[in-house]
Structure formats: C-alpha cells, structure tokens
C-alpha cells in the first residue's frame, strides 16, 4: 500500500506563492493523487487531483513527475485565509481501494 | 444541490455500547466513503461503498461495519464501543469511486 510523507508544518507569508511536496514511493499504477484543505472543525475539502505531469484549476496546481513517487501542490498567492491543514491523498483500484492519507501538512500563513 | 449530511452531530456513548451514524450523500453521487479522525491527526480510511457493496476496507476491526442504501445513503455501525472509538467520524460522497470526494460535517462522538 502506498504510503505519504508531507512536512509536518510550513509558514508563509500572504502574496507567496507555497508548494507542499508530498512523497509517496510506493504509489501503484493506477493510484491518483489528491490534495485536499481541512480547517479546523470542518471536514476536508478537495483542491485538486492527478494521475502524472502538472493539473491546474482555479486554486492550485499539481505537479506530478515522471516516476510518481512524489507530488507538489503549489497555491499561488496565498491569503491568510489559506491557513489550514493540506493532505495528500494516494489510492485507487490497484491498492484494493485503500485510500491512504497522509498525516497532513498545516500551513500558517502570516501578514 | 444538498450537500453531504451526517447525523447526529455529536453523541456520547459508554463504553461496550453501539452506535449507528448516518449519512446522506450528495445528489448524483453513488459512493460514499467513511473515515475516522483523531483529535490532531489525518483522516483515517474505514471503508467505502459503491453501488451498495463494500468497494475497500481500511485497517478497522469486524465491530465497524456499515451499509449503502438504494438512494446511496449509508451508515456506519460501530459495535462494543471503546475509549479509543472517542473521534470525529466524517463521511464524504463522490459521483463514482475514485473523483472528488464532498465531505459532511462529521459526528463527533465521545466514549466514556
């Protein structure tokens, strides 16, 4: 099954731009990869989702590279409305529909 | 479009008890995943229903079961209670087994 490994936390500072890496050696053939943002008391919500080379929609961007055994969320020009926990989601029909999450990466963004 | 919905939003048991949560799931989703979250941790995956049938199970003992409805709802049965059951239990929808997931607002539940 595969496994992630994100940073256990990461500043910033409002107008940057982040990117949050996330190591998933282990990923199977067929696993995506997803990125969702938590705040506290609220479950998850889903930011984006690949399968290889770059994604992009109107918050992010994924960059997968050619082996998958990582992936990068970039969020450009953060707000302090962007601080939160941001996790790394592996799984698909190759890893028996285990859906594997990362321990989470809190982000504080400062003025 | 209602949004994915869990009930009851809080509940405390005793320990060795049952406990039955609820969810109803987004419109036009038919898979519905449940996962348990400890106070500072990540989501933890307990298993997911498609189309009514168990599609993946995570590493929870026989004690978590649950169920798919025809209109996609579910549940999720927790057997004997334990003090380690203590967390907030989230379930998400998705319009197939692998897209976005819409999580609920979760069901904190408390052993005692």
């Known amino acids: 099954l595969a496994k992630t490994t994100q940073p256990i936390s990461m500043d910033s500072y409002e107008g940057q731009e982040v990117n949050i890496t996330c190591s998933h050696n282990?990923?199977?053939?067929?696993?995506?990869i997803t990125w969702y943002q938590q705040f506290p008391s609220q479950g998850p919500r889903f930011i984006i989702q690949?399968?290889?080379?770059?994604v992009t929609n109107e918050v992010a961007s994924l960059f997968i590279p050619a082996d998958r055994k990582s992936s990068t969320l970039s969020l450009p020009r953060v707000s302090l409305s962007d601080t939160a926990v941001y996790y790394c989601?592996?799984?698909?029909?190759?890893?028996?529909?285990?859906?594997?999450w990362g321990a989470g990466t809190k982000l504080i963004i400062k003025p | 479009e209602t949004g994915v919905t869990q009930s009851p939003t809080h509940l405390i048991k005793t320990r060795g008890q049952q406990v039955t949560l609820r969810c109803s799931s987004q419109?036009?989703?038919?898979?519905v995943s449940w996962y348990q979250q400890a106070l500072g941790q990540g989501p933890q995956f307990i298993f997911q229903?498609?189309?009514?049938?168990?599609?993946g199970r995570g590493n929870f003992p026989p004690r978590f079961s649950g169920l798919q409805f025809p209109n996609y709802s579910s549940e999720l049965n927790v057997n004997a209670l334990e003090l380690d059951d203590s967390a907030l239990y989230l379930c998400?929808?998705?319009?197939?087994?692998?897209?976005?997931?819409?999580f609920g607002p979760g069901t904190r539940l408390t052993v005692t």
């Open positions: 690949g399968y290889k080379t770059k």
């Open positions: 282990n990923i199977a053939t067929n696993d995506y």
């Open positions: 998400a929808s998705s319009r197939d087994r692998f897209y976005e997931q819409y």
């Open positions: 229903y498609y189309r009514e049938e168990e599609n």
């Open positions: 419109s036009g989703h038919n898979t």
């Open positions: 989601l592996v799984g698909g029909m190759d890893s028996n529909y285990q859906l594997i």
